[in-house]
């Protein structure tokens, strides 16, 4: 106790002479690189938008346009098709079947993918083909799995309807998600409507809680602050909605690491646009385990950076898809890739021309963004009415920069696998169908 005592002393008093003795700008430089890293221009700035709109009123009138559109469009009551794509997914199967056989929105097909499951997926959505709505197919080759784009593709060549919904079978649907998804539509140079994706197993623990504040900040508020400007980067896997026409002509999906945002690019590039329907709700249970989800984080990150900058970097270009979405992409790239490999080396650099002021750096800045973490639950509980008992995320909030710093690393360690080609996967099927497939 007395050495650790005698070394807190030691650090008080280093960081005080270079209080006294390094100048207001030299603390500046010391602290910029800090907001940079925890991302707080990109998280905080759509926050603020959303407090600023909900006090001018702003939502609720993006929200009665939307309803006008929506029943312009449902008038003429279009033909739905909704592809839910999934393998061993028997526990939550018969539960996503069931919330879409209750949409509002009676006029659509509920296409059932089986991606070669080895449990009762298909045996627990047959009883419900008894509804002419619902339809099951059973991938049930001899060489296993196709993967997700390859399930998804069956689907939409399967799919008669003039809209088409992407959905993932381990999620389940708000009764109004169809039409709300629908209503962007209305406006005919939409390809792509992203929909909005909430935690439902938040209660578990302190990880889920922390990504059930992750996603309402991320998904919830972000995508609609980039909705205004038409900078939406991405239709998620877990609910997208594709014009059918449009998705066809660009080939559907294609077999690789984040599918959902390359086909979401490729159909910007053909000349689309993307847009965001916050009332579009689907729920899905994220991991309970720290371990999972850094798995999931580092296929994430990988699969981003190989769409976003080394398939389609020309959408760098504002004469591509606009000069907004273009500034929303550079920012992407500015904070996933630049400042994700800039972060080691700052710490080490800090570290080691100054060890006491490096830890009071880390340490103010930590600290810092706890309270706005905090503070972000108090804008999403104002802001963000979908989510549900926002404050129960509060005391979760209070450890968000240890979550983020995992994550951060994560990101880093994916970002060189991808530039240098560590275990890299470009194959056109998944190892387990090369593995069971026939060999002649």
């Known amino acids: 106790m007395t050495t650790l005592v005698a070394a807190l002393a030691a650090w008080f008093d ?39 709109a909900r006090l001018r009123g702003a939502d609720a009138a993006q929200a009665h346009a939307a309803a006008i559109d929506r029943e312009r469009l449902l008038r003429r009551r279009p033909l739905v098709s909704v592809v839910v794509a999934g393998r061993n ?28 499951s080895d449990d009762r997926t298909s045996a627990e959505v047959r009883p419900f083909t008894e509804d002419p709505r ?45 039409s709300s998804l629908l209503a962007p539509f209305a406006d005919p140079r939409v390809g792509v409507v992203a929909g909005n994706v909430l935690i439902r197993n938040w209660r578990d623990n302190l990880l889920t809680r922390l990504q059930a504040l992750e996603y309402a900040v991320a998904i919830d508020v972000n995508k609609r602050w980039c909705d205004t400007r038409g900078a939406v980067l991405q239709a998620s896997g877990a609910v997208g909605a594709f014009r059918r026409e449009a998705l066809v002509d660009v080939g559907g999906w294609e077999q690789q690491l984040g599918e959902d945002t390359d086909v979401s690019l490729r159909m910007l590039k053909a000349g689309w646009r993307l847009r965001f329907a916050p009332e579009a709700i689907a729920r899905t249970d994220c991991p309970r385990h720290l371990r999972v989800v ?38 992407e790239f500015l904070f996933a890739v ?41 804008a999403v509980a104002w802001c963000c009415p979908r989510v549900e008992k926002p404050w129960s995320l509060a005391g979760a909030s209070l450890l968000a920069p240890f979550y983020k710093e995992v994550l951060r690393w994560v990101r880093a360690w994916a970002t060189v696998c991808e530039l ?18 026939r060999r002649y």
């Not at 056989?101 to 993918?113: C, G, K, N, S």
């Not at 197919?137 to 069956?154: I, M, W």
């Not at 990988?302 to 920012?331: N, Q, T, Y």
């Not at 560590?422 to 593995?435: C, G, K, N, V």
Request: proline share 4%; glycine share 6%; aromatic share 14%.
């Open 134 to 178: 619902v339809r099951l197919v059973r991938n049930a080759a001899e060489r296993g799995r196709s993967g997700r784009p390859s399930a998804s593709n069956l689907g939409l060549r399967l799919a008669r309807g003039e809209f088409l919904v992407s959905l993932d079978a381990d999620t389940t649907f708000d009764t109004k998600l169809v």
């Open 294 to 331: 850094m798995k999931q984080r580092f296929r994430w990150d990988r699969g981003g950076l190989r769409a976003f900058f080394k398939k389609h970097g020309r959408l760098l270009d504002p004469r591509v898809a606009g000069f907004w979405f273009a500034v929303e992409l550079a920012s």
């Open 89 to 116: 997914e028997e526990e939550i199967i018969a539960a996503s079947v069931q919330s879409l056989l209750a949409q509002d929105y009676p006029h659509l097909e509920i296409l059932v993918v089986d991606d070669h």
């Open 14 to 52: 280093a960081v005080a002479v270079a209080w006294h003795t390094h100048g207001g700008l030299w603390w500046f430089l010391m602290f910029a690189p800090a907001l940079l890293f925890l991302e707080l221009p990109r998280y905080y700035l759509p926050l603020a938008w959303a407090i600023t």
């Open 420 to 437: 240098l080609r560590i275990r890299y996967e470009d194959t056109f099927l998944p190892s387990s169908a090369w593995t069971y497939g």
């Open 338 to 378: 630049v400042a994700t490999l800039a972060y080691p080396i700052w710490l080490l650099t800090l570290a080691w021309q100054a060890p006491a002021v490096a830890a009071f750096v880390l340490l103010v800045s930590f600290a810092a963004y706890s309270l706005l973490s905090l503070a972000s639950v108090a």
